[in-house]
């Protein structure tokens, strides 16, 4: 089947613009999760959705940064006010219900703030 | 807190060779897995193989196996037979499971290239 999907693939915008990325799950995972991976470095935790369960929003590193999720569907991150500091790869990963699932990553959105 | 070090920031093999990638990491857990992920240029992150902290037995998944030492809190990548189709970057990874958020904790990788 599909697997995660995820758009733009590259998104370039100027400091201060607000960007949306979005991100298309495998069918049937409840379980949703952004990262982002910084040049040269490896991933960081940004958020988890699990069903309806009120999301973990511990990993966004600022107000700026926010995501929803509706149901088991489609999850977009905003980025508001970009910085430069935002370039990174945001990728995204579902896996299915229970704990000890794998995540299933999709192919992240390149964003480079100028 | 947990942490993962990937110490090679970069790594070189022949092909049709082996090659061991290293991997520690840090934590009070005692319920956990911990995975090897390959990234090719196409920045897609795909699992090579996963390691239930429970089991002593070691995973292996075709040619590629691990050395999982709980006690010494390591877990390296051997990749035996290189291929040319193995450059990537090898990020190790953790997950504590239990709570509410099973967040994977990256290293920074290794960028391995195999060379014909």
């Known amino acids: 089947g599909a697997g995660v999907s995820q758009s733009p693939s590259n998104k370039v915008t100027e400091k201060g613009k607000d960007v949306e990325l979005r991100c298309d799950p495998i069918?049937?995972?409840?379980?949703l999760y952004w990262y982002r991976q910084r040049l040269g470095q490896g991933l960081e935790f940004l958020i988890y959705f699990q069903g309806n369960s009120a999301p973990d929003k511990s990993g966004l590193p600022s107000d700026r940064f926010s995501a929803e999720r509706t149901g088991e569907s489609v999850s977009t991150l905003t980025i508001q006010r970009t910085q430069q500091e935002d370039s990174a790869v945001y990728l995204c990963?579902?896996?299915?219900?229970?704990?000890?699932?794998?995540?299933?990553f999709g192919p992240g959105t390149r964003l480079t703030v100028l | 807190a947990q942490t993962v070090t990937q110490s090679q920031p970069e790594m070189s093999v022949q092909e049709a060779e082996t090659v061991t990638l290293s991997c520690t990491y840090d934590t009070s857990e005692s319920n956990y897995y911990l995975f090897w992920y390959k990234q090719p240029p196409s920045r897609q992150m795909i699992l090579v193989i996963r390691q239930e902290a429970y089991k002593q037995q070691n995973a292996t998944e075709n040619r590629f196996s691990v050395n999982f030492q709980k006690a010494a809190k390591s877990f390296s990548l051997k990749i035996s037979d290189s291929q040319l189709g193995d450059t990537a970057m090898y990020f190790c990874?953790?997950?504590?499971?239990?709570?509410?958020?099973?967040?994977?904790?990256f290293g920074t990788g290794t960028l391995l290239a195999v060379q014909p």
């Open positions: 069918s049937g995972h409840t379980a």
């Open positions: 990963a579902s896996s299915m219900t229970r704990a000890t699932d794998t995540q299933y």
């Open positions: 990874a953790f997950m504590s499971y239990g709570g509410a958020t099973n967040k994977l904790i």
